[in-house]
């Protein structure tokens, strides 16, 4: 499979003051559990016993070992807060991590939503840093490869997208060296030295992902309708889709479909993730609730699965 990126570049490690797991090419154990926790608590920070986040990420085939040593990693990050009650040990999300996990899922479950309305303008962030400050430089990569850039020539990066208040947050925050961002529209100079903006993304291999996407999850939609994945299936499965199609709005930052190839699969992603996800919220919600019974003499009532409309709505 081509990943036209390092997954360490897709989520940067440092959110705020959260240090989220690094995306991986695969699952770690501690997205895994992330993507788990955040799936049925975000909203209400609902705990969670330490035994039964082992239990539920066992069934994904982590081992007891892996999910303890995930679940305290992801504590010492601040993504996990901790509550003992003799000797049982339970966990929720910090107040910030979930208020990054729900933005992220936001973003996620906004992606592709709506029409294409591209203005024709591009965002064009420049930048000159010391020589010494490669550190510095390759957060400033990851940084704007999250926030939907891509390099065109070197110190130089682009989008389609105009500057919204994210992108001017997060890239205030690198005080080293100088940077400048305007929106400008290409002129095409009809020569071979010409090289146009979309060139900065391989869009080949970000079809292949879109079409890698659809073939592997596009099987399971007739048993989700009729419903026959249940349980810890509908659980795992569900991780899953989450955890691969979160890429995407990096991969691709919504590219002007004018200038993508005919048929550009992004749409046909999109319907599929959803159908997948939401089609799986109830029966993945009623077995992470029974696997919680086992653990807690009366589980705590905010585990509930949000849908992607719950995630765009930022519904509380």
């Excluded at 208020?99 to 591009?122: H, K, R």
């Excluded at 989450?242 to 048929?263: C, G, K, S």
């Excluded at 109830?282 to 409309?309: C, L, M, N, Q, Y």
């Amino acid at each position: 499979m081509v990943i036209p990126y390092e997954m360490a570049d897709i989520v940067p490690d440092v959110v705020g003051s959260v240090r989220l797991p690094r995306r991986q090419a695969g699952s770690s154990p501690q997205g895994l559990a992330t993507t788990l926790i955040a799936d049925y608590t975000a909203r209400t920070r609902a705990w969670l016993p330490s035994a039964s986040i082992v239990a539920l990420l066992a069934e994904t085939g982590v081992s007891p070992t892996g999910g303890r040593t995930a679940i305290s990693r992801l504590a010492r990050r601040g993504v996990l807060e901790n509550h003992r009650d003799g000797r049982r040990s339970s966990y929720r999300l910090t107040r910030t991590a979930a208020d990054e996990l729900l933005g992220g899922g936001a973003w996620i479950a906004g992606f592709a939503a709506g029409g294409d309305s591209w203005d024709g303008s591009w965002t064009l962030v420049a930048f000159s840093l010391p020589q010494e400050a490669n550190g510095h430089r390759r957060a400033l990569r990851d940084q704007l490869r999250w926030l939907g850039f891509a390099s065109l020539f070197d110190g130089l990066w682009i989008s389609p997208d105009a500057p919204n208040p994210t992108v001017e947050n997060r890239l205030r925050a690198f005080g080293v060296g100088a940077m400048s961002i305007f929106r400008a529209r290409h002129v095409d100079l009809a020569n071979t030295s010409d090289r146009s903006p979309i060139e900065a993304w391989d869009v080949a291999a970000i079809a292949h992902q879109y079409e890698t996407f659809i073939e592997r999850w596009r099987p399971l939609l007739p048993q989700i309708r009729t419903g026959r994945i249940t349980g810890a299936r509908a659980v795992a499965t569900r991780t899953e889709v989450m955890d691969t199609y979160r890429r995407f709005p990096v991969l691709d930052p919504q590219l002007p479909i004018a200038l993508m190839p005919a048929d550009w699969p992004r749409g046909r992603a999109r319907e599929l993730f959803v159908s997948v996800y939401d089609g799986l919220a109830a029966p993945a919600e009623e077995h992470v609730r029974a696997v919680v019974a086992r653990f807690a003499d009366s589980p705590d009532p905010g585990i509930r699965a949000h849908t992607t409309g719950d995630l765009r709505a930022g519904a509380a």
